[in-house]
């Protein structure tokens, strides 16, 4: 069965600078897709990156991006400049399989210090 | 594009009556949708799968007869708790997967708080 680790409850960064969360993921798949997500104080889901499994190049978006090294099942996330409003809990996932359901991690508590 | 939403946002009820959450897909025509329920400072778990025309696919250990789930149109899925107690109290958050969309993807509603008196 797939699972994936976030091995760090709450982190912490100063604004404007750069924090990366880890996740690990374990999974006899060849094809997936790995996720994160950001939830913030709203509750409302929001999808921050993607990246396909097929795909060597890190996936990147503005701010956030992706080192995704497949042979040892990582993929982190790094932001970059954090702001204030990056303040959520984050959540790597995890879809492949048969049904492509999502498999989660426990979630990271990004605190941003002003 | 890609807009979930969920209704209500939040419900009180007594116990052992019952409520009905509904998740929509306004903009996209949802051939899958996933219910989830996630407790205080934890991750989402996953209760059943839903696709439009067929009967839900339900998790390990969540109880169908609790937990009926209807999806009958490519836009409408609902949820209800039936006989409701103190211990269904929780969050429960739809998700729904279009066949046209980034593939794998899943568009997350609002979210649903549930408090059962």
């Known amino acids: 069965a797939q699972t994936v680790t976030q091995s760090q409850p709450e982190m912490s960064v100063q604004e404007a600078e750069t924090v990366t969360l880890s996740c690990t993921y374990d999974?006899?798949?060849?094809?997936?897709?790995l996720f994160w997500y950001k939830q913030p104080p709203s509750r409302q889901m929001i999808l921050v990156i993607r990246?396909?499994?097929?795909k060597q190049q890190n996936a990147t978006e503005n701010r956030f991006s992706v080192n995704f090294q497949k042979a040892a099942k990582s993929f982190s996330l790094k932001i970059s400049d954090s702001q204030l409003g990056d303040a959520a809990m984050y959540f790597c996932a995890y879809s492949g399989g048969s049904n492509y359901q999502l498999i989660w991690g426990a979630g990271t508590k990004l605190i941003i210090k002003p | 594009g890609a807009v979930v939403s969920q209704h209500p946002s939040w419900v009180i009820c007594k116990s052992g009556t019952s409520v009905k959450i509904e998740c929509r897909s306004l903009?996209?025509?949802?051939?899958?949708m996933f219910w989830y329920r996630q407790f205080p400072k934890q991750s989402l778990m996953l209760m059943a799968t839903s696709n439009e025309g067929s009967k839900a696919t339900y998790e390990q250990g969540v109880e169908k007869d609790k937990f009926l789930i209807n999806h009958a149109s490519l836009t409408l899925s609902t949820l209800t708790v039936t006989s409701a107690h103190p211990e269904d109290s929780s969050f429960y958050i739809c998700s729904a997967r279009g066949r046209s969309i980034y593939n794998n993807e899943q568009f997350f509603g609002p979210g649903t708080r549930l408090t059962v008196l």
């Open positions: 903009d996209f025509q949802a051939t899958t």
């Open positions: 999974t006899s798949e060849s094809d997936y897709y």
């Open positions: 990246q396909e499994a097929y």
